[in-house]
C-alpha cells in the first residue's frame, strides 16, 4: 500500500519557504568558511618576514680562513623569528655560529627581526668565516650564495636565497618541516 500524504496549498508554501531558506544558510555558510580562508591567507601575507643576507664587505682572508662580513635585513612586512643564516659556497652550506649570552656580554643571536630591521645594530657585520680546512682557500668566489631561514608569526617557515651579486635574484621558499 502506498503513503499518500495531502498537504494545502498553504502548507506547500510554507514547506517550500524552509527548504529555500535552509539552502539559503547553507549557502552563505559555505561563502562565510571561504572568505574566513581568503582572510586568514591575505593576513599571511600581509605579516609575512623577508629576510635577507647582505654582504657589506669583500671577501677578506684571516690567516687561511676566509672571512665574509654580512648583515640582515627584513624587508618584508612582518617579524621573523628563530634566524639562522649562512653562506653556501662550492656546495658547502656554513651556518653563522652566533656568540651566546654570558659574562662578556649579550650576545648577537639573532633571535627575532622586526619588520624594516637590520642586524646587527648600528651599521656591524656578522662574520661568516670558512676554515681553510673546510675548502676556504680554494673556493670559487663567484659561485657564493647567501641563506636565511626563519619563521613567520603563524610558525611558518621560510628560506631566503640571493647571490653575493645585487643584480641576482632573489629566491624565496617555504620550507616543509
Known amino acids: 500500500m502506498g503513503l ?8 506547500v508554501v510554507v514547506l517550500a519557504t524552509a527548504v529555500a531558506a535552509a539552502i539559503a544558510a547553507a ?13 586568514k591567507r ?8 623577508i629576510v635577507v643576507v647582505y654582504e657589506r664587505a669583500e671577501p677578506m682572508h684571516d690567516g687561511d680562513d676566509l672571512v665574509f662580513a654580512v648583515s640582515l635585513a627584513n624587508e618584508g612586512a612582518g617579524p621573523a623569528f628563530n634566524v639562522r643564516f649562512g653562506i653556501g659556497l662550492n656546495g658547502l652550506k656554513r651556518t653563522y655560529a652566533p656568540r651566546p649570552a654570558g659574562p662578556h656580554g649579550a650576545g648577537d643571536v639573532p633571535r627575532a627581526l622586526g619588520p624594516g630591521r637590520t642586524l646587527p645594530d648600528s651599521g656591524g657585520t656578522y662574520r661568516l668565516r670558512i676554515p681553510a680546512a673546510a675548502g676556504g682557500m ?5 659561485s657564493r ?6 619563521e613567520n608569526a603563524f610558525g611558518d617557515s621560510w628560506e631566503t636565497q640571493n647571490a653575493w651579486q645585487p643584480d641576482e635574484e632573489l629566491h624565496i621558499r617555504a620550507l616543509r618541516e
Open 138 to 142: 680554494t673556493a670559487d668566489l663567484n
Open 27 to 39: 549557502v552563505s555558510a559555505g561563502i562565510a568558511a571561504w572568505q574566513g580562508l581568503l582572510m
Open 145 to 150: 650564495v647567501y641563506w636565511c631561514r626563519y
Open 42 to 49: 591575505s593576513e599571511r601575507n600581509r605579516t609575512q618576514p
Open 4 to 11: 499518500l500524504i495531502a498537504a494545502s496549498s498553504g502548507e
